[in-house]
């Protein structure tokens, strides 16, 4: 009876853990070497605009929608974003093995908590309580500059800089992330961006479902 218990409860330990996320250190690996790309580059274009960075979670992904066949007619697909949908691109960029491992790691990503301190560059990270219950409150917003009026008041005159949470093939050496900013009604913009790595850096392959505002 006794030893019935303990393996029941073991059996319940067991399935009660949290599956470990094998891919923790590259995602940390990759959001470092972006942040600190992007820092550079703002300082080689003179940018002088001031940036709270997030880190977002895609909450879907599914295959690009295939372009109408007819002849100059093309559709245009809705802009991504960080907090939405990801269009994986048709090309043998990934296989059936890749695409079936990315939609396992949308598992494990949903108990991904970002710790800044993970971050090397030094960096101003939104608070993501904040933001979220500022979102919630301007649901109905009149318009967008109304909007940017009343987020500048709760964060300060700053831009939004935003980046998924990577998503890797099954080999680890390719990534999607998603990334965009936005600076007011109509500052902003956002690409789907594909890594790979290259002599151990992450360099961009290919940029996909662009959007500007």
């Known amino acids: 009876m006794i030893k ?6 073991l059996i319940v330990l067991l399935f009660s853990c949290k599956k470990e996320d094998e891919n923790l250190d590259l995602k940390y690996e990759v959001l470092n070497q972006i942040i600190s790309e992007d820092i550079l580059e703002n300082k080689a274009s003179g940018y002088t605009e001031k940036y709270l960075y997030k880190i977002s979670e895609p909450i879907d992904l599914k295959f690009r929608e295939k372009l109408s066949e007819k002849e100059n007619e093309i559709i245009e697909l809705p802009p991504p974003r960080s907090h939405g949908i990801i269009y994986l691109p048709e090309n043998g960029t990934f296989t059936k093995d890749d695409l079936a491992y990315i939609k396992i790691q949308l598992n494990t990503n949903s108990n991904f908590a ?8 030094k960096v101003e990270f939104i608070d993501t309580e904040k933001f979220k219950k500022f979102q919630k409150s301007q649901e109905n917003y009149v318009s967008a500059r109304d909007y940017w009026g009343k987020f500048r008041a709760e964060f300060g005159d700053k831009c939004l800089r935003n980046y998924s949470i990577p998503y890797f093939n099954k080999e680890k050496n390719i990534c999607i992330v998603i990334n965009s900013i936005s600076c007011g009604p109509l500052w902003g913009g956002g690409e789907t961006s594909v890594y790979k790595k290259t002599n151990g850096k992450w ?5 996909l479902d662009h959007w500007v505002s």
């Open 203 to 207: 360099k961009v392959i290919q940029t």
């Open 114 to 121: 970002f710790k800044p301190t993970k971050i090397i560059s």
């Open 4 to 9: 019935n218990l303990i393996l029941l409860f």
